[in-house]
């Protein structure tokens, strides 16, 4: 799994590329954490029109990333599913606890 963070204004944009699974969950956690300790930014979107596949364990990570986000005063959101990835959300109605986009130009909009 690859990751590449971007800022535009308030929004770090983090892009996942590759597979979120159980070797690589723990890399996301690290990597943003690092990042939440920078305060020119508000809200983490996380655009994921790259990132082939996602399991149980890469999925819990991006609840608990929302949750540390909180603590630290920050907002979190989705954008860009594969299908594949999409359904998982969908099942564990990821959206009633954080917002998901279909693009970034419209999560980046809101």
């Given at each position: 799994m690859k990751i590449l963070?971007?800022?535009?204004d308030e929004v770090l944009i983090?892009?996942?590329?590759?597979?979120?699974?159980a070797i690589y969950h723990h890399l996301l956690g690290e990597k943003v954490n690092e990042k939440s300790l920078e305060t020119t930014?508000?809200?983490?979107?996380?655009?994921l029109?790259?990132?082939d596949y996602?399991?149980?364990?890469?999925?819990?990570?991006?609840?608990?990333?929302?949750h540390k986000l909180q603590q630290y005063g920050k907002k979190?959101?989705?954008?860009?599913?594969?299908?594949?990835?999409q359904k998982m959300?969908?099942?564990a109605m990821f959206s009633k606890a954080y917002?998901?986009?279909?693009?970034?130009?419209?999560a980046l909009e809101n």
């Open positions: 963070f971007e800022q535009k983090a892009s996942l590329t590759g597979k979120l699974d930014w508000s809200t983490l979107l996380f655009d029109s790259e990132l996602i399991s149980s364990a890469g999925f819990r990570e991006f609840f608990l990333i929302g979190m959101a989705i954008c860009s599913l594969k299908p594949s990835v959300f969908e099942i917002p998901v986009f279909d693009s970034r130009k419209a």
